[in-house]
């Protein structure tokens, strides 16, 4: 059987240690009948990563990490219908399958799309992940149309889910965006990206009722632990709150008295049931099409070469050390 190199993990180890992150050979994956086989050319490396890495227990068979790709398609499956042969491709793929972290990745067609044409295969592999998770956030959880207005509180604005957040709220909806960012830098990338105004999490209360004394209308959380009195305080009644995250002890009962109605985003659900999968297919297209007329940006800012272990241990460090500002990524 043909094979292929990958970076392979063994254990929920420290990214130093040599065995977190090892060069591998495996066997070239077989492809199931909406699969296409995509020769990936550059990943990024999301928060997601470094959870799943470091809860990893120990096996003697490699589980390959890696969420986002953009790469040019080597084969098909027998179903496949939306895509083609030397197709240039860009996904987020799916948590319960092997990842990207190989030099050839199987992947269902319905959540691949065709990347912008104007982006490097590193610039397209900044977004997959961080685009599905803001679109589902804005139009699916918070149901926002172009006609929307109000306030949106965007945590984390310099990150790589509130960068692509921000952007498409502009672009896509008449709601005031305000981001949270404590560092000068991250503050300047938040205003770049298109946000209204940026307020200091550290103060998040205070300065929330200051800039929004009628309350805030969505409010987008990445960091939900400590933080939902906050929530329940700042935003409005009827207001709408989505995470990302699922700290232990969650309490939400706080929400009750304003019935504000809390969410949770989980980009890879619909690969995990098989629901509607084609959305993400849609979805990303259609954001292709707004980097193409120039109205994203990717929010790439660090771009590692030299797609082996320590390439992708280099953007784990990066990620881990909780001061990124977009994302990274690694190409070939």
């Known amino acids: 059987m043909a094979t292929m190199r990958a970076v392979g993990s063994f254990d929920g180890?420290?990214?130093?240690?040599?065995?977190?992150?090892?060069?591998?050979?495996?066997?070239?994956?077989?492809l199931r009948p909406h699969d296409v086989l995509v020769r990936v050319e550059a990943v990024s490396v999301n928060p997601v990563d470094i959870k799943r890495r470091g809860a990893l227990q120990p096996t003697v068979e490699p589980v390959i990490l890696g969420h986002d790709a953009a790469g040019v398609i080597e084969a098909v499956g027998p179903a496949v219908t939306t895509l083609s042969v030397g197709d240039e491709v860009w996904y987020a793929g799916d948590v319960s399958r092997p990842g990207?972290?190989?030099?050839?990745?199987?992947?269902?067609?319905?959540?691949?799309?065709?990347?912008?044409?104007?982006?490097?295969?590193?610039?397209?592999?900044a977004l997959p992940l961080t685009t599905i998770t803001a679109w589902e956030t804005l139009f699916e959880r918070f149901a926002l149309t172009a006609g929307s207005?109000?306030?949106?509180?965007?945590?984390?604005?310099?990150?790589?889910?509130?960068?692509?957040?921000?952007?498409?709220?502009?672009?896509?909806?008449?709601?005031?965006?305000?981001?949270?960012a404590s560092r000068p830098d991250s503050r300047e990338w938040a205003?770049?990206?298109?946000?209204?105004?940026v307020i200091d999490h550290h103060d998040l209360a205070a300065q929330a009722r200051d800039i929004a004394p009628a309350g805030i209308d969505y409010l987008f959380s990445p960091h939900s632990?400590?933080?939902?009195?906050?929530?329940?305080?700042?935003?409005?009644?009827?207001?709408h709150i989505t995470a990302i995250d699922e700290p232990e002890g969650l309490e939400l009962v706080v929400l009750k008295e304003k019935s504000?109605?809390?969410?949770?985003?989980?980009?890879?659900?619909?690969?995990?049931?098989?629901?509607?999968?084609?959305?993400?297919?849609?979805?990303?297209?259609?954001?292709?099409?707004?980097?193409?007329?120039?109205?994203?940006?990717?929010?790439?800012?660090?771009?590692?070469?030299?797609?082996?272990?320590?390439?992708i241990r280099e953007a784990h460090r990066a990620v881990e050390s909780g001061r990124m500002i977009g994302k990274v990524v690694v190409t070939r």
């Open 149 to 180: 207005t109000g306030d949106l509180l965007v945590l984390g604005a310099a990150g790589g889910v509130g960068s692509v957040l921000i952007q498409l709220a502009k672009k896509l909806t008449g709601v005031r965006v305000i981001g949270t």
């Open 260 to 311: 504000i109605a809390w969410h949770w985003e989980l980009m890879f659900t619909r690969a995990l049931f098989g629901y509607d999968m084609i959305a993400q297919q849609k979805l990303l297209a259609a954001t292709a099409d707004l980097v193409d007329r120039g109205e994203i940006a990717t929010t790439v800012t660090s771009i590692v070469t030299g797609f082996d272990a320590e390439g």
């Open 225 to 239: 632990a400590g933080n939902v009195d906050v929530y329940a305080e700042i935003v409005r009644p009827f207001g």
């Open 191 to 197: 205003l770049t990206m298109g946000a209204d105004a």
């Open 13 to 30: 180890l420290p990214v130093d240690d040599p065995k977190a992150l090892q060069n591998i050979e495996i066997d070239v994956p077989d």
């Open 100 to 125: 990207t972290n190989a030099d050839l990745h199987a992947v269902d067609e319905r959540i691949v799309s065709r990347k912008p044409s104007s982006l490097s295969f590193a610039e397209a592999a």
